[in-house]
């Protein structure tokens, strides 16, 4: 003969959904801690390096370094992000249990830079091909960096905010 369990109170019921919604909020916040230092200086780099590195790979001419070098150095950067990326992620995971992720910052911040990057990161180099203008290149790295911080700038915030810890607290 199966036992019914006693139905919870109103009261144990708002409790049980007041404790679902703080680990929620925890595991958001966990979540959107910053990458670690090293990784958001090799991330700054390589997004500064990106136009600067495509720009000279499809210039018109030879622009400081042979196309086939800049081709070369693009590939590699790449390359090295990727596993550097790769080890980020998992040291994060390994240390906290939870991924990563940019779903917890706000769409109208995520948005714009999942389209505004790489148009800026590919736009620069073709406007430098055409023109023939370094400053597209330099323009576009400067930006990529201002974005790089910031959004790292606003995971710390959201992961302060989610913690409850005041906005000016280290």
């Known amino acids: 003969m199966e036992t019914k369990e006693p139905r919870p109170t109103p009261e144990q019921a708002r409790a049980a959904l007041a404790d679902a919604d703080r680990i929620r909020v925890s595991t958001e916040a966990l979540s959107a801690t910053p990458w670690p230092t090293w990784f958001l200086v090799s991330l700054t780099l390589y997004i500064a390096a990106i136009p600067i590195c495509a720009g000279g790979a499809v210039a018109d001419r030879e622009w400081l370094l042979p196309r086939l070098a800049w081709t070369g150095v693009l590939v590699v950067i790449i ?9 980020a992620t998992q040291a994060w995971r390994d240390r906290t249990g939870v991924a990563l992720r940019l779903d917890v910052l706000p769409r109208r911040a995520i948005v714009p830079i999942a389209a505004g990057l790489p148009v800026l990161m590919a736009g620069a180099p073709l406007a430098f091909r055409v023109t023939g203008r370094p400053i597209w290149l330099i323009a576009a790295s400067l930006t990529g960096v201002a974005v790089s911080v910031g959004c790292h700038l606003a995971f710390v915030r959201l992961h302060r905010n989610a913690a409850g810890a005041p906005e000016g607290a280290s």
């Open 79 to 87: 390359a090295v992000h990727g596993g550097l990326q790769a080890v």
